[in-house]
């Protein structure tokens, strides 16, 4: 009997391969754009990507955007957020951009405090218009 090789690739290896991606794309992608965007390097099954980019978020690599309900790949080499990662996303062009704002964080925080709520993650997103877009519009 002839068994079949298995194609299986070692978690560490998948997640680089969609760490790679999610640099790549340089915007935020679903997990579906991520498999289109391997497609021709690999057969992911949604699962797959779903397990890797849970693994990516809590390394610090990547970070999921709740609005967009998408991925985008960590530019903060040393991953340290203080507590939370906080995105400007433009909803004209979609760029978005990743920046430390500890005061916010830290009121945040100390509210959760006060009121003995227990944060299991903070991500804050600011939704309107990058200053590439507005110059553009006035």
């Known amino acids: 009997m002839t068994r079949k090789v298995s194609k299986r ?8 391969l969609i760490f790679a991606a999610l640099r790549e794309s340089g915007r935020p992608v679903s997990a579906y754009e991520i498999i ?12 797959t990507v779903y397990r890797a980019l849970d693994r990516l978020i809590a390394s610090g690599s990547a970070h999921r955007l709740e609005s967009l309900n998408a991925f985008v790949a960590c ?28 005061r916010a964080v830290e009121a945040l925080a100390a509210w959760a405090k006060r009121s003995k709520y227990t944060v299991r993650s903070m991500t804050l997103e600011l939704r309107g218009r990058c200053a590439a877009c507005t110059a553009r519009m006035a």
Do not use: M, N, W, Y
Request: net charge negative; hydrophobic share 30%; aromatic share 4%.
């Open 36 to 47: 289109d965007q391997l497609r021709d390097r690999a057969s992911l099954a949604p699962q």
């Open 9 to 16: 690739r070692p978690a560490q290896e998948q997640d680089k």
């Open 75 to 102: 530019c903060q080499s040393d991953h340290q957020h203080q507590g939370a990662a906080v995105f400007a996303i433009c909803d004209d062009c979609g760029t978005v951009s990743e920046f430390a704002e500890p």
